[in-house]
């Protein structure tokens, strides 16, 4: 079974600059998040889809951040403008469904400079 | 509100010997808890998980935990550490119960040392 697919693995910008990630979840997997994981942190949800529905994106900053699910498979999530505090790497995840018992597999993440 | 505590930024053990990562979570209701391990450059890999039933959990690659509620801890073992268990943990709580998002709060990260 393929795992959670990102890319690209590296991304180097200049703030105020735009950025997209692409994932592609396990086939199969309803359920699919993004996370932002800072340097000596644990990761935090930015965005979860049921589908291609949002399920939470109460920590999204949406004046900047936005996130796509079109048909409910790909997803991609794009930072405009971007600036120096979203310097992180982004994790993208899927799970069988939103259910408390399913694990979430995780893809290799994008990890994001700002400069 | 929900929250996970790892009170241990490194924990160093040598090979061989026994090794523990703590874990302290806060969660109205019952909780679900996980352990995750993250390797350089690399995503998140599942461990384990406890949903309900037996407290003692086995998971992956030899790893066990324990859940207390009374303590509300779920402390991450391995009876005997391999240098290749050197890594990231990560552990996380979900809260049950209908109309529950779902969503993950992880703990900071705990960095496991094994030496030769």
């Known amino acids: 079974e393929a795992g959670v697919a990102q890319s690209p693995r590296y991304k180097i910008i200049e703030k105020r600059q735009s950025v997209a990630f692409w994932c592609n979840p396990i086939s199969g997997h309803a359920t699919l998040y993004w996370y932002q994981q800072i340097l000596g942190q644990g990761p935090k949800l930015l965005i979860q889809?049921?589908?291609?529905?949002?399920?939470?994106d109460s920590q999204l900053p949406k004046d900047r951040f936005s996130a796509e699910r079109l048909k409910g498979v790909d997803s991609t999530l794009k930072i405009q403008p971007a600036k120096l505090e979203d310097s992180a790497v982004y994790l993208c995840?899927?799970?069988?469904?939103?259910?408390?018992?399913?694990?979430?597999?995780f893809g290799p993440g994008t990890r994001l400079t700002v400069t | 509100a929900q929250s996970v505590a790892q009170p241990e930024d490194q924990v160093n053990v040598a090979e061989g010997n026994p090794l523990t990562v703590k874990c302290t979570y806060s969660v109205s209701g019952n909780p679900y808890l996980f352990w995750y391990v993250q390797y350089p450059n690399r995503g998140l890999q599942f461990l384990l998980k406890?949903?309900?039933?037996?407290?003692l959990v086995k998971g992956s690659y030899g790893f066990e935990a324990e859940f207390n509620k009374s303590q509300t801890s779920f402390h991450l073992k391995k009876p005997s550490a391999l240098v290749s268990d050197s890594a990231l943990y990560f552990c996380?709580?979900?809260?049950?119960?209908?109309?529950?998002?779902?969503?993950?709060?992880f703990g900071q990260g705990t960095t496991l040392q094994v030496k030769p």
């Open positions: 406890y949903i309900t039933g037996d407290n």
């Open positions: 996380a709580v979900r809260r049950d119960g209908s109309g529950n998002t779902g969503k993950l709060i």
């Open positions: 889809f049921q589908n291609n529905g949002v399920v939470d």
């Open positions: 995840a899927s799970s069988k469904k939103t259910g408390d018992s399913y694990e979430q597999y």
